[in-house]
């Protein structure tokens, strides 16, 4: 059974930073790339970036672009993103989902929620102003 398990959530201040995890179990985790997501209240669920199954890799939205940073450990079958320059509208619900790679060791914002396999349950992130 695939289990996959983000952690590392809370209240931080804008300007502050907060590290989340996501760790799998059931699967092979270098057969996947992986993603982060993002639903806050009333709204729908955004892409924050990808890592690929190297971590070789790395894609990003224009939001986060330069303030986040996705990394992972294949060794502990973890993914991580690190979150600085937070701001209040980085408020939301995180989700990690990891998507069956390929051969090519890229990853990309072009590929949508339902192409990923397995999915988080979700941490919540609140920024306050």
């Known amino acids: 059974q695939v289990q996959v398990v983000e952690s590392g959530g809370g209240l931080v201040q804008a300007g502050g930073s907060l590290r989340l995890s996501c760790t799998t179990s059931?699967?092979?985790?270098?057969?996947?790339?992986m993603g982060w997501f993002r639903q806050a209240p009333g709204k729908e669920r955004d892409w924050v970036g990808c890592i690929s199954w190297s971590g070789g890799s790395t894609a990003y939205s224009n939001s986060v672009k330069g303030r986040f940073t996705i990394s992972r450990d294949n060794a502990k079958n973890t993914l991580y993103l690190q979150m600085n320059a937070m701001k209040p509208e980085d408020t939301a619900k995180y989700y990690c989902?990891?998507?069956?790679?390929?051969?090519?060791?890229?990853?990309?914002?072009?590929?949508?929620?339902?192409?990923?396999?397995?999915w988080g349950q979700g941490t919540q992130v609140t920024v306050s102003s």
């Open positions: 059931g699967l092979t985790f270098d057969d996947y790339n």
């Open positions: 989902a990891a998507k069956i790679a390929s051969l090519s060791d890229y990853c990309s914002g072009s590929w949508s929620p339902g192409d990923y396999n397995y």
